[in-house]
């Protein structure tokens, strides 16, 4: 068995067979994306030649990821996308991360993806999503990450590319979600719609063939009576239980969170804003939260500060030092 809050230098897929079968609550990840860096490691997963193959690596991962979770477990995968022969990754002197021979050697093989064009958009995370789901997973939820801080393109012919997705995957068709714990404020204007008085509004006229009265501003029915000003039975929902009214709402697919510079590292890691809903509505207080690809340790730190434990793999050493240096030893809590 392996310990608890630590980020294990292994290959995830080995590391995870290490683990109990259904000891996992929720997995929260970012796979290195097909062909955009090289983290300069043996066993590395992303730079295969052949886009089949990155998916089926990454069907094989969460294969792994899928046993341990626990039945009522959910899994979070961030991906970005990619335009065929545009590969960066190590020729990209602007994130000094130029690679080693044999990384260049395999980038210079990449193949345009069979049935795709120069310029194509790879649709690489619908890719790994789709397979996902073919291998067993339910895909629940395609989440927008729309950044307002994006890198800046020089193209000239598409829209700059300003998101990234996150998948929200289950193990079962019903599972483990604190919706409760990411709702968000409802806007302004459904305050001022859920508080006036009905009764006194003219409302507007209705389109034709319509003659039920005018349209008034659609208020909750409560107590059984369409719309009442009445406090006895406003207070109460169509059961007649009391009815609490909670300025909040269902936390929306889109999620504007801006990108966060580390300094340390020359990697793609995620902003912590990103993960928290993920892990607050994924993972219950003192539960475990799993990261197969820990990089820098987001994932970790994240979760120790909103009181859940973490496990983890990295196969760079380097950035495990970064993230017991930078991410982890600003938080005190340690649970278990
Ligand atoms: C996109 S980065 C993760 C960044 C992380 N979310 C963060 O915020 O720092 C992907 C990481 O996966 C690691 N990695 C690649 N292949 C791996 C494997 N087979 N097992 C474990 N880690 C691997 C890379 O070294 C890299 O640090």
Not at 5 to 13: A, V
Not at 161 to 174: D, M, Q
Not at 240 to 258: C, D, H, I, L, Q
Not at 276 to 292: K, N, S, W, Y
Request: charged share 25%.
């Amino acid at each position: 068995m392996l310990e608890m809050n630590q980020i294990h230098c292994m290959d995830c897929i080995s590391g995870m067979k290490y683990l109990e079968s259904e000891s996992i609550n929720c997995c929260v990840t970012s796979p290195p994306y097909w062909n955009l860096r090289d983290y300069k490691v043996d066993e590395q997963i992303g730079l295969e030649e052949n886009l089949n193959l990155y998916v089926q690596k990454l069907v094989e991962v969460f294969r792994e990821v899928r046993r341990v979770l626990r039945p009522d477990g959910t899994l979070w995968l961030n991906l970005g996308d990619s335009y065929s022969g545009s590969w960066r990754g190590m020729n990209d002197t602007k994130t000094s991360n130029k690679g080693n021979k044999a990384s260049r050697d395999v980038l210079k093989k990449c193949v345009i993806p069979e049935g795709l064009k120069e310029k194509d958009l790879c649709g690489v995370p619908w890719r790994v999503a789709f397979a996902l789901q073919n291998d067993g997973w339910y895909l629940r939820q395609d989440i927008i990450w729309a950044k307002n801080n994006p890198m800046p393109e020089s193209v000239r012919d598409r829209c700059t590319k300003s998101h990234e997705y996150i998948f929200l995957l289950s193990k079962s068709a019903h599972y483990y979600f604190d919706a409760e714990a990411i709702a968000e404020p409802v806007t302004e204007s459904t305050v001022k719609r859920l508080s006036q008085n009905i009764e006194l509004q003219t409302g507007s006229s209705r389109v034709p063939r319509k003659d039920n009265g005018n349209m008034k501003a659609v208020a909750p029915r409560y107590g059984g009576k369409k719309y009442t000003t009445n406090p006895e039975v406003f207070n109460r929902t169509k059961s007649g239980n009391a009815y609490e009214f909670r300025p909040m709402r269902n936390k929306r697919s889109v999620w504007t969170v801006s990108t966060q510079p580390f300094k340390e590292a020359h990697f793609a890691t995620y902003p912590p804003k990103l993960i928290e809903p993920c892990i607050l509505a994924g993972c219950p207080h003192g539960g475990v939260v799993l990261d197969p690809f820990m990089g820098s340790g987001t994932t970790a730190m994240v979760a120790l500060q909103l009181r859940r434990n973490f496990i983890g793999f990295e196969l760079n050493p380097d950035y495990i030092e970064i993230a017991k240096k930078h991410r982890l030893a600003s938080v005190q809590v340690r649970i278990v």
